[in-house]
């Protein structure tokens, strides 16, 4: 759904790629839980994939990719570890050919000291090699270099890194950042790694699946996300060894998981790029078919991001006027990046995350990235703190192609605060924090009694049909698609 382009873009994108040389597939997806298979595999299901230059070290980038969404903090006593029969991938393709030049490759191995109990642990864990820490788990990184797709050497990083345990709660764990911070490894060449539990750093209200905010704009301002945790892999990585050259500095990056079967072959289950995509613009056909692909394979799909079917569910519903397709617009960027900040010159056409290494990281991020003028944000690649749900919403009911709107879902920041150092995610919520899950469900509750933020601008510009008399007008007031128009500075351009 997030997909970009400017003015010019949207003129020149096709008429330089003609249509048959495009046919995109539709993007991966912030997919907790977003096709019919990987719904059922939760320890392979990729969430998120973001990718930043590290703002403490702005020679390096720093890649985060989540898996095995909706963790419950309390959720013992086998808890949420990593798959031991899976394959954790991060891809790097450094010359825009859609094909990968590096792949980062994690695979993890289960360690239980004492099988005669049912404990996560025995006792009070002060470290990750504490005797009390009854299971854990280690893992290796791979390094794999290609060329043109294919592998032609295989280095291992390291061996047998502790992951970061499960928060299991507060007595079991009381200093739970010492073992984070423990969790943090130093790795040959210059990087860093880091893997193991994390709070869920995307923030967004996910009801858009009840007839989008319940028919009636009712449930909104609710992080679906608050109080769950996420499987982190993080990766810090000096951006020259990613980036072809100084002159070409666009990388593209993804992830992915893979099982080995029976037979002991591997198969990839679930794939992540672009975020929202696979959630809200594939449809249910298409999805499982798109979590074993390849970027290079991108062409099957071109009628679900130049026909969206969003813009048409939001215009039957509330009556605000879908773009006029093809979306350009859409394709564009979605396929290529953005001309003169992260799009390479000749590249192939594939989705993919796209960060151009040499945008330094800004002092003060702003949540709308590259929309609001901040070039170091999403879609140039994707920083935590950017709000993509409010992004693609604006985009994708034309904001770039002249219908200028304010739509959000009301949720504009983490419920936690994210770090400054790395892996920069949130430390997870710990099990001994019972009002995680239910006060994620209360808050849209609370919202509509009084508890919602104030409202500033003007709704002129939109229509919304009548529910029923007064009490409508109130939802619709409070509501939160949030079709405000909340005051802020001039759109800048997208490189100004």
């Excluded at 923030?203 to 449930?219: A, K, M, Q, T, W």
């Excluded at 050259?245 to 992830?255: D, L, R």
């Excluded at 892996?423 to 009084?450: C, E, F, I, M, N």
Aim: net charge negative.
């Amino acid at each position: 759904m997030a997909l970009f382009t400017c003015g010019a873009l949207a003129a020149a994108g096709l008429s330089a790629v003609g249509a048959a040389a495009l046919e995109p597939r539709t993007a991966a997806a912030s997919s907790h839980r977003e096709a019919p298979l990987i719904s059922g595999l939760p320890q392979l299901d990729n969430t998120d994939v973001y990718a930043f230059v590290s703002p403490d070290h702005p020679d390096t980038t720093t890649i985060v990719a989540n898996w095995l969404p909706f963790q419950e903090p309390a959720g013992g006593p086998n808890f949420f570890p990593f798959a031991s029969d899976a394959r954790y991938t991060i891809h790097v393709d450094s010359d825009a050919d859609a094909r990968d030049d590096l792949l980062y490759r994690f695979t993890f191995t289960d360690h239980r000291k004492n099988e005669h109990t049912f404990l996560h642990n025995t006792g009070v864990v002060e470290s990750l090699d504490d005797p009390d820490l009854n299971f854990t788990q280690t893992y290796d990184i791979e390094l794999v270099r290609l060329k043109h797709g294919k592998a032609v050497s295989s280095h291992r990083l390291a061996r047998n890194l502790p992951t970061a345990p499960a928060n299991v709660g507060k007595a079991s764990m009381p200093d739970y950042q010492k073992l984070r911070d423990q969790a943090v490894h130093e790795v040959a060449g210059g990087l860093k790694a880091f893997a193991g539990q994390a709070d869920d750093p995307f923030f967004l209200d996910l009801r858009v699946f009840d007839l989008l905010y319940g028919g009636d704009l009712s449930e909104v301002g609710n992080d679906s996300l608050r109080g769950y945790n996420v499987n982190s892999i993080a990766l810090q990585v000096p951006s020259v060894f990613l980036r072809e050259s100084e002159k070409q500095p666009v990388i593209g990056i993804y992830s992915t998981t893979e099982r080995r079967g029976a037979s002991g072959h591997w198969t990839q289950v679930s794939r992540l790029g672009m975020p929202l995509v696979n959630e809200v613009v594939n449809p249910v056909k298409d999805k499982d078919k798109f979590n074993a692909s390849s970027p290079v394979d991108d062409g099957d799909f071109l009628k679900n991001v130049t026909e969206p079917e969003l813009p048409k569910l939001i215009e039957a519903l509330y009556e605000i006027e879908a773009p006029a397709e093809p979306r350009q617009d859409l394709v564009s960027v979605f396929l290529t990046g953005v001309e003169g900040l992260n799009q390479p010159a000749g590249g192939t056409p594939s989705e993919m995350l796209r960060l151009n290494t040499s945008v330094k990281p800004v002092a003060e991020p702003k949540r709308l990235g590259v929309l609001d003028g901040d070039n170091a944000g999403f879609p140039n690649g994707r920083r935590l703190t950017d709000d993509v749900l409010d992004i693609a919403l604006q985009v994708v009911e034309g904001e770039l192609v002249g219908s200028q709107n304010d739509l959000g879902d009301a949720v504009d920041t983490n419920d936690k605060e994210f770090g400054h150092t790395f892996p920069y995610v949130a430390l997870p919520a710990s099990g001994s924090d019972t009002r995680a899950a239910a006060d994620a469900q209360s808050k849209s509750a609370t919202a509509l009694d009084g508890g919602a933020p104030g409202l500033s601008g003007s709704w002129s510009q939109y229509t919304v049909p009548a529910v029923s008399g007064a009490g409508a007008v109130l939802l619709v007031v409070l509501g939160g698609l949030w079709l405000r128009a909340r005051r802020r500075p001039a759109r800048r351009s997208w490189l100004g």
